[in-house]
């Protein structure tokens, strides 16, 4: 890695970061959870307001930016709330991120907030006015015919399926705010309840409450800011019978080659740790291998292997990833920025990358209705 | 009186639009998905959309089916709001048509219930009581 006169980054840098616990918090409301979040990233950065802040929601009623920002004394800035689904905290990232870059606004908040467990009793439906909604497609059904597109073309196992929960689970034992780590087997996994055949229940991200933040700035070359290398967002294109591939793969293929362009990173080999978007098992298989981390057909593997696990080549969602930290939908995309924020300055106790020097976050989501994805953000980040 | 008819329609309308994909039985006694082809790059859609969704080119209406091929499949294991489970789910490629979600038309009980395999032929059965677009596999 170059040290001196040092061309990367884009001018802008996170200054700071924070998050809420994650997990069944129905107790406490958004203005709490955000509160959490807010104040560590405020302490972080060393600051006290911002000028404007962009907040990421899928299910929050409308106003709640607004209310939950005033209970803490935010007001009177631009406030402006994005929906994108799972990629709704990162895309509040990345507008946030173009607001500093384009000198907009000096000093921006990018939030992410969530509480699921008082909407939804299980798994997530798309709306009624979706077809695949109207038709009863819970989301683990959806994912779980890329699974089994997989299985069929043998291009992953059953037992890697359920290797990718081994790890992050265990990856989770180390990370104190995540919903619930464990060690568990790839026996246990596999014989846990059947959600949607083949996966189960241990293959599924639970149903979490949480909130995210980070604060972004000018980049000042501070001991402790990481350096924004490059940011990329795209909304799918169709998806249907003549798409090669299995649903949200071509999204994060493409939007990884625009960030990774951004960026000026060659390859994402170059890549020290990453969060990637693992709501199910298949999802971190097929996204590593849209990433071009692994070759196709090789995400399974590098799960089992342990290439992917911290210790091995390019440790893969170190904080247990949305299946173990939990994914409260508008605050998973921040929560991932906060992540390999700690790991690139070298904050990340117990689940600690060595020397990790650049980080990739990948959020992707949406339902199908012949678009691959709603949304994806990529985003390379740099250690100080 | 023009107050009462206006607290009247302040009452929410339930959506009325299906936005599944339409199935019309033919003379010939079989079902087809009516959607559109686009004029330009040929691009098929279950929808009645106004443009293509690949080339934003002009469309014309088509249909597809009545047979098709399964992509993938799954067993949805857990409630979803009004359906019971266990139900069989697949994504099924019409032939020279679109991909369909349907719902496999089978006896289906929670010790028995599989998903058609990947590959096997289909054909579009009526829809359910309540609209969903059903296939039943073919011997
Ligand atoms: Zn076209």
Same mark, same amino acid.
């Given at each position: 890695?170059?040290?001196?006169?040092?061309?990367? *980054?884009?001018?802008?840098?996170?200054?700071?970061?924070?998050? !809420?616990?994650?997990?069944?918090?129905?107790?406490?409301?958004?203005?709490?959870?955000?509160?959490?979040?807010?104040?560590? $990233?405020?302490?972080?950065?060393?600051?006290?307001?911002?000028?404007?802040? @962009?907040?990421?929601?899928?299910?929050?009623?409308? &106003?709640?930016?607004?209310?939950?920002?005033?209970?803490?004394?935010?007001?009177?800035?631009?406030?402006?709330?994005?929906?994108?689904?799972?990629?709704? *905290?990162?895309?509040?990232?990345?507008?946030?991120?173009?607001?500093?870059?384009?000198?907009?606004?000096?000093?921006?908040?990018?939030?992410?907030?969530?509480?699921?467990?008082?909407?939804?009793?299980?798994?997530?439906?798309?709306?009624?006015?979706?077809?695949?909604?109207? !038709? *009863?497609?819970? %989301?683990?059904?959806?994912?779980?015919?890329? $699974?089994?597109?997989?299985?069929?073309?043998?291009?992953?196992?059953?037992?890697?399926?359920?290797?990718? !929960?081994?790890?992050?689970?265990?990856?989770?034992?180390?990370?104190?705010?995540?919903?619930?780590?464990?060690?568990?087997?790839?026996?246990?996994?596999?014989?846990?309840?059947?959600?949607?055949?083949?996966?189960?229940?241990?293959?599924?991200?639970?149903?979490?409450?949480?909130?995210?933040?980070?604060?972004? *700035?000018?980049?000042? &070359?501070?001991?402790?800011?990481?350096?924004? +290398?490059?940011?990329?967002? +795209?909304?799918?294109?169709?998806?249907?019978?003549?798409?090669?591939?299995? @649903?949200?793969?071509?999204?994060?293929?493409?939007?990884?080659?625009?960030?990774?362009?951004?960026?000026?990173?060659?390859?994402?080999?170059?890549?020290?740790?990453?969060?990637?978007?693992?709501?199910?098992?298949?999802?971190?298989?097929?996204?590593?291998?849209? %990433?071009?981390?692994?070759?196709?057909?090789?995400?399974?593997?590098?799960?089992?292997?342990?290439?992917?696990?911290?210790?091995?080549?390019?440790?893969?969602?170190? !904080?247990?990833?949305?299946?173990?930290?939990?994914?409260?939908?508008?605050?998973?995309?921040?929560?991932?920025?906060?992540?390999?924020?700690?790991?690139?300055?070298?904050?990340?106790?117990? +689940?600690?990358?060595?020397?990790? +020097?650049?980080?990739?976050?990948?959020?992707?989501?949406?339902?199908?209705?012949?678009?691959?994805?709603?949304?994806?953000?990529? $985003? %390379? %980040?740099?250690?100080? | 009186?023009?107050?009462?008819?206006?607290?009247?329609?302040?009452?929410?309308?339930?959506?009325?639009?299906?936005?599944?994909?339409?199935?019309?039985?033919?003379?010939?006694?079989?079902?087809?998905?009516?959607?559109?082809?686009?004029?330009?790059?040929?691009?098929?859609?279950?929808?009645?959309?106004?443009?293509?969704?690949?080339?934003?080119?002009?469309?014309?209406?088509?249909?597809?089916?009545?047979?098709? #091929? /399964?992509?993938?499949?799954? /067993?949805?294991?857990?409630?979803?709001?009004?359906?019971?489970?266990?139900?069989?789910?697949?994504?099924?490629?019409?032939?020279?048509?679109?991909?369909?979600?349907?719902?496999?038309?089978?006896?289906?009980?929670?010790? #028995?219930?599989?998903?058609?395999?990947?590959?096997?032929? /289909?054909?579009?059965?009526?829809?359910?009581?309540?609209?969903?677009?059903?296939?039943?596999?073919?011997?």
């Amino acid at each position: 890695m170059s040290t001196g006169n040092r061309t990367t *980054g884009d001018g802008v840098a996170v200054h700071g970061v924070g998050t !809420s616990h994650f997990g069944r918090q129905p107790e406490r409301d958004l203005v709490a959870l955000a509160w959490d979040a807010v104040r560590e $990233a405020f302490t972080d950065a060393g600051v006290e307001e911002v000028d404007a802040a @962009w907040v990421g929601t899928v299910f929050g009623p409308a &106003g709640v930016a607004q209310r939950v920002l005033r209970a803490m004394g935010i007001t009177g800035i631009p406030v402006v709330t994005v929906e994108n689904a799972c990629a709704s *905290g990162t895309t509040a990232f990345a507008e946030a991120h173009e607001a500093v870059r384009t000198g907009r606004y000096g000093r921006v908040l990018a939030l992410g907030i969530e509480q699921m467990t008082t909407a939804f009793a299980g798994a997530i439906t798309p709306e009624d006015t979706d077809p695949e909604g109207r !038709s *009863g497609l819970a %989301l683990p059904a959806l994912y779980a015919m890329a $699974a089994a597109r997989y299985l069929h073309l043998g291009a992953a196992t059953r037992e890697q399926l359920a290797a990718v !929960s081994v790890k992050n689970h265990a990856h989770a034992l180390h990370n104190p705010r995540a919903q619930y780590g464990g060690r568990h087997t790839v026996e246990e996994v596999l014989s846990s309840r059947m959600i949607a055949d083949p996966l189960t229940l241990l293959q599924c991200c639970p149903t979490s409450d949480g909130a995210a933040a980070a604060v972004l *700035g000018p980049a000042t &070359g501070g001991a402790r800011e990481v350096a924004v +290398r490059g940011v990329a967002m +795209r909304s799918g294109a169709p998806w249907n019978h003549t798409s090669q591939h299995v @649903w949200g793969h071509d999204i994060v293929r493409d939007t990884a080659a625009d960030a990774l362009a951004a960026a000026g990173v060659h390859a994402v080999s170059d890549v020290d740790v990453l969060e990637v978007h693992d709501a199910f098992t298949i999802g971190e298989i097929v996204t590593t291998e849209a %990433l071009g981390l692994v070759a196709p057909g090789g995400g399974g593997e590098a799960a089992a292997s342990g290439r992917t696990a911290l210790g091995g080549a390019h440790p893969v969602n170190p !904080s247990g990833g949305l299946l173990s930290r939990g994914h409260p939908l508008g605050a998973t995309g921040l929560a991932q920025i906060a992540e390999i924020t700690w790991q690139l300055r070298g904050e990340a106790g117990a +689940r600690q990358v060595d020397g990790a +020097r650049i980080g990739l976050v990948e959020t992707m989501g949406g339902g199908v209705s012949v678009l691959d994805g709603n949304a994806c953000v990529v $985003a %390379l %980040l740099e250690a100080p | 009186m023009a107050v009462v008819d206006h607290l009247e329609d302040s009452v929410p309308h339930p959506i009325t639009v299906d936005p599944r994909p339409q199935v019309e039985r033919g003379p010939d006694g079989l079902r087809r998905v009516t959607g559109r082809r686009c004029r330009s790059c040929g691009e098929v859609a279950a929808y009645t959309w106004p443009r293509c969704p690949s080339c934003r080119d002009a469309v014309e209406q088509a249909s597809f089916g009545p047979d098709g #091929t /399964v992509w993938s499949a799954t /067993v949805v294991r857990i409630p979803v709001p009004g359906r019971t489970p266990p139900y069989a789910l697949a994504y099924v490629d019409l032939d020279d048509g679109p991909r369909v979600l349907a719902h496999v038309r089978a006896p289906v009980d929670a010790a #028995t219930a599989t998903a058609p395999a990947i590959g096997s032929r /289909v054909r579009l059965a009526a829809c359910s009581a309540d609209g969903d677009i059903q296939v039943e596999v073919l011997a």
